[in-house]
Structures are given as C-alpha cells and as structure tokens.
C-alpha cells in the first residue's frame, strides 16, 4: 500500500493499492454473499439531514452481522491495513492528528454499493475519522461517484483500490453514478467506509 499525507485544503490521507490480489479475492467473494442482503438507504444509519433522505445506494454495516469479527474477511484485512499498519500510522505529518488517529478506540464498518443513479448528498460522520476505501471490478461498468470534500470545493481522485482518510467534521459528497454495463456481475461503484472515533460507538 501507498500512503501519502495531503495538508491542503484539510489534512488527509490518500491511499492507493490498499488491497493485495488475495485480499481481494475474499472480499469479492464475502461481497457476493452479503449483496442480496444490502439495505435501502433509510435502514442504514446517516441517511438523513433534517429528516430527509440525502443518499440513494445501498449498504450494511458489518459489525452487527458476525458475532466473531474474524468470520468476516473485509473486517479482518480493512483493519490490518487502516488500524494496525505503522506505516500508515506514521504518515500523518501533523502530531494531534496522528495522536488522535492513534488514540481511537472504536470502529465500525459500513459496506456500500453504488449502481445508476446512486449517490450521496452533502454530509459529515458522527466519528473522528473516515476512511474510504473504492473498490470495483474491472473493466469499470460506470461512470460518476466522484468524491468530493465540499467546503473546499475539492476533489478526490477516484481510483480502484484506493482510498481516503480525513476528519470525520468534513463536508463530503459522491456524484451520481451512471452504469454503463447494467448486466455485468457486481457493476458499479462499491465502497468499504471504515469509521472511528473515541468513547462509544454509533452502531
């Protein structure tokens, strides 16, 4: 995995190549068995602002789902690579927020997908820090899912198998997405989002 640390506009992390080809191939393959299971958006938490629905995909969080997290492959490889990598660690250039990254003693998972016309509206977490890993099967069967972080009008490139980790309190966004192939096996845009934060969990 790569990791480069990002100051401006707001201090973040960009990840590429986070997965190795057999992590991913049992990720692939516990999404196969979980995507008949994804809830609509109203049954996964976040999805409103003021009562109202900001997001049209489709998801679970994982950490309800297994009573032993080790059953479940995605949890097990997104938190060696997010949690427990020095390397990773080490890349925030800024001390509070490396000690705060650090310091976080909760996380929880939320597993994404994003098919025609999916998208999710302008929002912030309730955690210290995201991490928001893309992920699709190629050739790519669509296009859009940009992602945004919207104070600053600035946009993360989009890349399979890479990612994002920035601070929870930032506005951010993904623009519709258009499926190209609509009959191809898993299209579109699928997104591992890993939240943590201090004291005790959301979900």
Known sequence: MEV??????????????????????????EINFLQPKFLEPEQTEGAKVNEKIIKKNSGLFLYPLYANFSYSDIIRITNERIYYEDYLKSKWSIPWIRKSFETCNWDTILLSHYGDNDYY???????????????????????GGKFFLDNYSYEVEVKNNSGIIFL??????????????????????????????????NQ
């Open 4 to 29: 480069k640390f990002v100051e401006k506009p707001t201090p973040h992390l960009l990840l590429e190549d986070v997965f190795t080809d057999k992590d991913l191939e049992f990720i692939w393959n």
């Open 121 to 143: 509206d302008s929002h912030t977490d309730r955690s210290v820090f995201t991490t928001v890993i893309w992920i699709w099967k190629e050739p790519k069967s669509f296009e």
């Open 168 to 201: 929870s309190t930032e506005l951010h966004s993904v623009s519709p997405v258009k499926i190209l192939e609509k009959n191809s096996k898993n299209c579109g845009r699928y997104s591992i989002t890993s939240f943590c934060g201090l004291g005790m969990p």
